[in-house]
């Protein structure tokens, strides 16, 4: 008796956790408002067709991002990539990353100033010397990246 009371238990516990998902609960929820692209309180069939776009448009460009790297990392141009050949690559732009561009260790005032330079010019996407809040947001971190949902 007391295996079924507790396995009861567990199976309505279970069901109203779906049935929160399901009517809108956090994740559901949010999933809802970010198909509900008008905020109509409805998905149509054509908000799922622009998400099922917008999916397959990323999917893409991560499959591009992928080949890109595998042909910069395919010295040999065999068609594919050792581990030696990924270690060199990965070593590669490591260092591109690095702001200690003489290599001696140690990142001085100058070549952190260099890189800060460089960081702020990747985002200042229209050059005209300041980072708009949209600018910001494209930085792809922290919270104002997170909620352009």
């Known amino acids: 008796m ?13 069901s109203l956790l779906a049935a929160g998902a399901f009517a ?9 408002d970010r198909l509900d692209t008008n905020k109509d309180g409805e998905i149509s069939a054509s908000e799922i067709a622009a998400g099922d776009a917008r999916r397959e448009a990323r999917r893409a460009e991560h499959q591009s991002r992928r080949a890109d790297m595998l042909a910069a990392a395919d010295t040999d141009g065999n068609g594919s990539v050792s581990r ?5 690559y990965r070593d590669a732009k490591r260092a591109a990353r690095s702001p200690d561009k003489n290599g001696d260790g140690v990142v001085d005032r100058t070549e952190y100033l260099q890189k800060a ?7 200042d996407k229209n050059g005209d010397g300041v980072l708009s809040e949209d600018e910001q947001r494209r930085r ?10």
Do not use: I, N, P, S
């Open 2 to 14: 007391k295996k079924l009371t507790v396995g009861l238990l567990a199976g309505v516990g279970l």
């Open 24 to 32: 809108g609960g956090d994740r559901g929820g949010k999933g809802f």
């Open 84 to 88: 030696e050949e990924m270690d060199a």
């Open 117 to 123: 330079q460089e960081r702020f010019d990747r985002q």
């Open 140 to 149: 792809g971190h922290g919270r104002r990246h997170r909620d352009r949902g």
